[in-house]
């Protein structure tokens, strides 16, 4: 499975962005799918998933509870992150995961990684 994020940017404190991840290679729906981030100097740390298959299941990090939302769209095999209300604090590259096993989505070793995209929130 071969995955590409996109989406992206600079935002101001308070503002918001959309990311969104394509995947290929692989029958989509039958895998859970992630996001995580990498802040400078830090661990790379769970952000948010969404089970497969119809995505009834989705789960958040409690810092991104409440402003970010995760969804996705298998008939064009992509998952998209939207965050609200960003923070400095949400400042890192974003990666997209993927893999057959929710748990290991959530606890950031999924079988499949993206190549990442950098979010900055000014203040």
């Known amino acids: 499975v071969q995955l590409q994020a996109s989406g992206g940017g600079l935002v101001q404190a308070g503002g918001s962005l959309r990311l969104s991840c394509a995947a290929s290679?692989?029958?989509?729906?039958?895998?859970?799918m992630g996001w995580s981030r990498q802040a400078p100097g830090k661990e790379r740390e769970f952000v948010a998933s969404?089970?497969?298959?119809?995505?009834?299941?989705?789960l958040y990090a409690d810092s991104v509870k409440g402003r970010f939302t995760i969804s996705r769209d298998n008939a064009k095999n992509m998952v998209f992150l939207q965050m609200d209300n960003l923070k400095p604090e949400d400042t890192a590259v974003y990666y997209c995961?993927?893999?057959?096993?929710?748990?290991?989505?959530?606890?950031?070793?999924?079988?499949?990684w993206g190549q990442g995209t950098q979010v900055t929130v000014s203040s």
């Open positions: 995961a993927a893999d057959q096993v929710l748990h290991k989505v959530i606890v950031v070793t999924p079988e499949y």
């Open positions: 290679g692989g029958t989509f729906f039958n895998y859970a």
């Open positions: 969404i089970s497969r298959y119809s995505g009834g299941s989705t």
